[in-house]
Structures are given as C-alpha cells and as structure tokens.
C-alpha cells in the first residue's frame, strides 16, 4: 500500500457556489489539515493557456502546460482565498474571474488535461490530513477518502452567492447574466465524459440553500467525528 494512502482526505464536491471553498477552508483550519482548492488548478492552466496563445480543445498541449506550470498558493490567515502565484507573478484576480472559470470548465473536459493534473493534485496529501475541494475529488482523486462531501444549493442562491463574492472582489458582474454563466457551468462540468461533477456512490449530499457556513462546517465536521477518531 502507498504509505500516503494513510493519510486522511476530506472531500468536498459540487457546483460552482455551494460553498465549497469557504466551507472547505473553515474545515481545513479546525483540523490543522491542508487545503486542495483544485479548481484554482483548472483556473491557473487557463491563464497560462491564453498566455501562450493554445486553444482550450487542445488537450494534449494543454496537458504539456501542465508539466511546466511554476504555481505556488500563499494561504491567508484573513479568511480570504489563498493568493495564486503562476511564475512568480500574482493571478489571484485574474483566476477568481468567472470568465477564467468558465475557460477552466472548458479545458477541464479535456481527459489528457484530467490526467496530467491527477499527480498534482494526490501530491496535496500530506500529514496531518487533507480537505480538498472540486467536483470530481470522491469520484476519482481521491475514491478512498474518509469522509465525502457532495454540496448543492439551488442554482439562484449558488449565484446570488457568486455574485455577492465577484462584488466584493471588485468585479462588476450582473447577477441574471452569472445566473446563465453558472447553469451553463455546471451543465459542461456534469455532461461532460471525463470525471464528470457527480456524487460519489458513498457521499453524503448536503443542500446548503437555507444553512449558514456555521451549520455546514459543523455538520461536516460531526460527520468525520462520526466515522473516525480525527
Ligand atoms: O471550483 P471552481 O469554480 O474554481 O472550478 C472551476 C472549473 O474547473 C469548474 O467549472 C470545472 C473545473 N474543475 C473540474 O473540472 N474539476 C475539479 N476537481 C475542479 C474544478
């Protein structure tokens, strides 16, 4: 057996604006664990694609890019989102945009880009433990995890979310236009062949539309107390 299979993972899967990543940060910190926010992966490959010019269908170039990717996550103690470096230079803006998303959500259902960003995301495991969040972390990333997540909300409140998030992130997004981006999103990130955003057969779904942040890290955290000594 992999001496890293002993590790714990906590995953957190679903749609864009569950709360994924501020539920999965929260978690991350109560435990002392490390954080995969792996959708910053998907988003930090489509900054360097359209600095090199390459198409978001080109998967095998794509999958090229990833090997050479420099990126570095500078975790903050504010609450905020880890800052993204790729090559040194500060993308945090630039990877939080819902357009990059979008383009993440394009090159994502490309399986070579899948593959080659597999062994980057495993190499997150590392003690103490690892809370990672994305879409397909259950399913494919990490299937022996202790403890799986699938969150959901109903889209208008996903978006309204996003949109409050954009705002305060300086972005000037128009929350019916966001609501089309998101549906459109998570159509692509569902359909598509490769790691589709789907429940592990062993998750528990939680519905955060009427939860605060609160309730959902305590109830994430019950389950883990439940199934294990962490
Ligand atoms: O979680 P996010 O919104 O930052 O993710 C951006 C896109 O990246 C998402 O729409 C699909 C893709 N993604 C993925 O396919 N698999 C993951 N584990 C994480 C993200």
Known sequence: MNPSNKIPVLTIDGPAGSGKGTVGQIVAACLGWHYLDSGALYRVLAVA????????????????????LDIRFETRTDGEPAHVRLAGVDVTAAVRSEACGRLASEIAAQPAVRAALLLKQRAFRRPPGLVADGRDMGTTVFPDAVV??????????????????????????????????????DRRDAERAASPLTPAADADTLDTSRMTIAEVVESILARLRSRSAY
């Open 148 to 185: 799986k997540i699938f969150l959901t909300a109903s889209p208008e409140i996903r978006a309204e979310r996003r949109y409050k998030q954009l705002k305060q992130k300086g972005f000037d997004d128009n929350l019916e236009k966001l609501t089309g981006e998101i549906r459109e999103r």
């Open 49 to 68: 694609m359209q600095q090199v010019g390459c198409r978001p269908t080109d998967g095998a170039r794509l999958a090229g890019l990833v090997e050479s």
